[in-house]
């Protein structure tokens, strides 16, 4: 395999590795909230707080960490009590974080060139560094899906019981918008900012077409979301085309090529 | 039967401007089996969930086994709910025997899996509502009375000290009701404390110790007799309820009556 002998790539498709799997699981929890547009929203703010970074001087994604947790804050307290529904609040911040971060990009002098990076990836930019972090941020939320399944579990499925039976509720719900904030990290380099939330839709919805039964769905999501990561990189590095795109599309095809087929064939 | 288990005190709710609860004040002690009635929108659901902690009261405090139910911690796993209209994605990926062991989650505990001591609760639980068949199906693929036993079995299977019951019948055919009632009635004998709402006084007033009228303020009576007898039916449901009986069971017809401002 030609495509091994670059260490780059070989750092990408480790990374592509923890990316596909982590995704995919993370994936499940977010499409049977209803979160991908939200999940859409707080990956876009992540450009405001990339360039709040730059423009304070602070480690930009770290910022962007922080950021993005603070939006799904932001975006929970508008809607509690149903005073704002919920796609408009994840539309005024969608906007205003991008709105911030062209802005304080313009009030910095000099165009930096690396913001095209994080907004659509680039693999060729994945450092010894980044893979040490990608295993470190892998690490933390695999654990905390684990450790959390049951309670993630019931709080999408009856949040009113869980609450009855004591679960931390919002707590959870907090905790799966930063998992999605960390996630962008991890996924920055090979997909960018801008398409990080087809990770975290498509192959899960791609499963559930195929499953009514949760592990299952899992599976399924991680096999898929594996097999297009990997297979996208692979794919761009010979088409010599953008990785996070051809990623997003191979899944795109994988999704619509199942939503095509006849239903017995899906089914169990 | 001697010490209290539930205690509201003082309780006064509303949705502004509307007064839901006037002042509720209840006692239900260990073991005992109290049925709540009142007309639509007399506040029982509101009631229930204040009970559960769902909601918190502007006025008054409730308490379950001497704890203020805000600090109730772990006591919670022994509270069986049923509710009136379950927020339930029914499109959600996981089968019946699985959703009713989500009943058990609070006792299972953080990061621990279900044991088969667990599953053998959850067969019980589907036993009792003759659903063990379904165990498989998903849930989405229920009907609206099997749906309603599931969530009857989901309170079951944690093997509750305390059962709540909001109108659990509605939706079931009359001899799985009739089964239900039964059941209750052996729980009840197990010692186990059970509050539920019905809109069928002749069926609850046969199986219940108290009977509570509630309609903004709350009147309990220890003897459930003299509900259908004395004429406080008519005091709350207003002078339109009208009684049918055919064969021993009567049943309430209720017109709706503006609520009180
Ligand atoms: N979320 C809400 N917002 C505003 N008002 C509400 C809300 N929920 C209930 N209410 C009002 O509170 C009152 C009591 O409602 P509740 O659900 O407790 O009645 P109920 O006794 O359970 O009636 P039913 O027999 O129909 O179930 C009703 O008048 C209702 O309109
Ligand atoms: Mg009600």
């Known amino acids: ?268 | 039967m001697e010490e209290p288990i539930i205690e509201v005190k003082n309780v006064s709710f509303c949705y502004p401007p509307l007064e839901v609860l006037e002042d509720v004040s209840l006692t239900v002690k260990k073991g005992e089996f109290l049925a709540i009635i009142g007309p639509n929108g007399g506040g029982k659901t509101t009631l229930l969930k204040i009970i559960l902690g769902l909601l918190k009261p502007q006025k008054g405090e409730v308490y379950i086994a001497g704890k203020r139910v805000e600090e109730l911690g772990k006591w919670r796993s022994k509270i069986g709910y049923v509710p009136q209209t379950a927020q339930i994605d029914y499109t959600f990926p996981i089968t019946v025997e699985e959703f009713v062991m989500t009943g058990r989650f609070g006792l299972i505990g953080l990061g621990r899996k279900p044991q088969a001591h667990d599953w053998e609760m959850v067969r019980k639980a589907l036993r009792e509502v003759k659903m063990e068949e379904w165990n498989k199906k998903q849930i989405g693929e229920l009907s609206g009375g099997q749906r309603q036993k599931i969530l009857i079995a989901r309170s079951l299977a944690l093997e509750p000290e305390i059962l709540i019951l909001d109108e659990p019948t509605t939706a079931v055919d009359p001899e799985s009701s009739e089964s239900f009632y039964e059941l209750l009635l052996r729980l009840h004998e197990q010692g186990i404390t059970i509050i539920t709402v019905s809109h069928d006084v002749g069926v609850v007033a046969q199986y219940a110790d108290s009977i509570a009228c509630l309609n903004r303020r709350l009147i309990k009576h220890d003897r459930p007799e003299e509900v259908i007898r004395e004429g406080v039916l008519e005091e709350m449901y207003g002078r339109e309820a009208a009684f049918f009986h055919h064969g021993t069971i009567p049943h309430i017809v209720v017109r709706e009556t503006p609520p009180e401002r």
Not at chain 1, 68 to 90: F, P, Q
Not at chain 1, 140 to 155: D, W
Not at chain 1, 230 to 252: E, M, R
Request: net charge positive; hydrophobic share 60%.
């Open chain 1, 1 to 268: 395999m030609e495509i091994l002998r670059f260490a780059f790539m070989q750092r990408a498709l480790f990374i592509g590795l923890i990316v596909g799997v982590l995704g995919a699981t993370l994936g499940v929890f977010v499409v049977l909230k209803r979160l991908s547009f939200m999940g859409a929203g707080i990956s876009h703010a992540a450009f405001g707080g990339i360039a709040l970074g730059y423009f304070l001087g602070w480690d930009p994604i770290l910022t962007a960490v922080i950021f993005c947790i603070s939006v799904g804050i932001g975006i929970s307290m508008l809607i509690e009590n149903n005073r704002i529904k919920e796609d408009t609040a994840v539309g005024i911040f969608f906007t205003s974080t991008m709105a911030l971060g062209i802005l304080l990009i313009g009030l910095k002098e000099g165009y930096n060139i690396d913001l095209l990076g994080y907004l659509f990836g680039n693999i060729l930019a994945v450092s010894r560094e980044d893979l040490v972090i990608s295993l470190a941020i892998g690490v933390i939320i695999a654990f905390s899906l684990y450790f959390f399944f049951k309670e993630l579990v019931l709080s999408i499925l009856d949040p009113e019981m869980a609450r009855v039976i004591g679960l931390p509720v919002s707590f959870l719900h907090h905790l799966l918008v930063a998992l999605f904030a960390l996630f962008i990290v991890i996924s920055v380099r090979i997909v960018g900012i801008i398409l990080v939330s087809a990770l975290l839709t498509i192959p899960a919805a791609t499963a559930l077409q195929w499953s009514k039964n949760l592990r299952k769905v899992l599976v399924l999501s991680s096999i898929d979301s594996l097999g297009c990561v990997l297979g996208g990189l692979a794919l761009s590095y010979y088409l010599d085309t953008s990785p996070g795109a051809t990623i997003v599309i191979l899944a795109t095809v994988v999704f619509f090529t199942t939503f095509l087929l006849p239903l017995p064939l899906k089914k169990k």
